[in-house]
T-cell receptor, first 113, second 115 residues
Framework: LAKTTQPISMDSYEGQEVNITCSHN???????ITWYQQFPSQGPRFIIQ???TKVTNEVASLFIPADRKSSTLSLPRVSLSDTAVYYC??????????????FGGGTRLMVKP | EAGVTQFPSHSVIEKGQTVTLRCDPI?????LYWYRRVMGKEIKFLLH????????ESGMPNNRFLAERTGGTYSTLKVQPAELEDSGVYFC???FGTGGTDTQYFGPGTRLTVL
């Protein structure tokens, strides 16, 4: 399983764009990159998933360079409610692959007023 | 649509006692996972059910842990006898899993405290 490395913590202010970068140098050909968000006393919640280039949804954007050895989660105009731990996960998400998720330490994002 | 539910939300027991955690996945999700985070550690995979069958139980720490999913619906995770190091948050997740890149939906977790 590909190991991921991401900053332990980040601070931001309301209204700013936040970019969290994750390194995954040993990513395999079949691996997808998935980001989860976790609030205190809740389970992780899926944010976004991608394989290459750029993916955007109503919550975030995910940028993946051509070599796929890293990825950047971009949160536009964060608010206080975006304060959470963000996990970058890498794994084979196809049917039959098991899809066991391997969590790292995550990035604790603190959004300040 | 109801999400993944877990019961109880908190459990405090003494060392040596037995505790049973329950997870109700999203209706129609064949895949059910158990994870846990013990104090100060990362969330770790415990096991994976496909319907009522154990697909992967490589993460189960020892034989004091027993997971079941009779009928392929809800699942239980029994810890017997509980030890101090079992304290932590136990998460359940479910996934539809008919193809593509299906994501996992997590429940709120059960916080287990062993005294």
């Amino acid at each position: 399983l590909a190991k991921t490395t991401q900053p332990i913590s980040m601070d931001s202010y309301e209204g700013q764009e936040v970019n969290i970068t994750c390194s995954h140098n040993n990513i395999a050909t079949n691996d997808y990159i998935t980001w989860y968000q976790q609030f205190p006393s809740q389970g992780p919640r899926f944010i976004i998933q991608g394989y290459k280039t750029k993916v955007t949804n109503e919550v975030a954007s995910l940028f993946i360079p051509a070599d796929r050895k890293s990825s950047t989660l971009s949160l536009p105009r964060v608010s206080l409610s975006d304060t959470a731990v963000y996990y970058c996960l890498v794994g084979d998400m196809h049917r039959g692959a098991g899809n066991m998720l391997t969590f790292g330490g995550g990035t604790r994002l603190m959004v300040k007023p | 649509e109801a999400g993944v539910t877990q019961f109880p939300s908190h459990s405090v027991i003494e060392k040596g006692q037995t505790v049973t955690l329950r997870c109700d996945p999203i209706s129609g999700h064949d895949n059910l996972y158990w994870y846990r985070r013990v104090m100060g550690k990362e969330i770790k995979f415990l096991l994976h059910f496909v319907k009522e069958s154990k697909q992967d139980e490589s993460g189960m720490p020892n034989n004091r842990f027993l997971a079941e999913r009779t009928g392929g619906t809800y699942s239980t995770l029994k810890v017997q006898p509980a030890e101090l190091e079992d304290s932590g948050v136990y998460f359940c997740a479910s996934r539809f899993g008919t193809g593509g890149t299906d994501t996992q939906y997590f429940g709120p977790g059960t916080r287990l405290t062993v005294l």
